[in-house]
């Protein structure tokens, strides 16, 4: 069984950061790639970033130059730096690891980051 586990979100101030954390454990065979998402509320989930197994990232064009994915192939972690938050960032950040030759998805029970003005 595999689970992700999230850490980090909280409230902070516009121009402010936040660095969030995912961990996987579990009968892990191969992570793929892994990302953060996110849901703003009364809107769909986006995806927010994203790295694979080598190191390729990939951000939104709305996050471009704030935020940072890295990730820790030892520890089986996933980081997102944000910086210069906005208030528009305000959502529940998930976490999600693509796992497996099917690359099957997994995600994390979410984490609350609030921006305010």
């Known amino acids: 069984q595999v689970q992700l586990v999230e850490s980090g979100g909280g409230l902070e101030q516009t121009g402010g950061s936040l660095r969030l954390s995912c961990v996987v454990s579990g009968s892990i065979f191969s992570i793929k790639s892994m990302g953060w998402y996110r849901q703003p509320p009364g809107k769909p989930r986006e995806l927010v970033a994203a790295?694979?197994?080598?190191?390729?990232?990939s951000h939104a064009d709305s996050v471009k130059g704030r935020f940072t994915i890295s990730r820790d192939n030892a520890k089986n972690t996933v980081y997102l730096q944000m910086n210069s938050l906005k208030v528009e960032d305000t959502a529940v950040y998930y976490c999600?690891?693509?796992?497996?030759?099917?690359?099957?998805?997994?995600w994390g029970q979410g984490t609350q980051v609030t921006v305010s003005s």
């Open positions: 999600n690891a693509k796992i497996g030759a099917r690359w099957d998805s997994y």
């Open positions: 790295i694979t197994t080598g190191g390729i990232t």
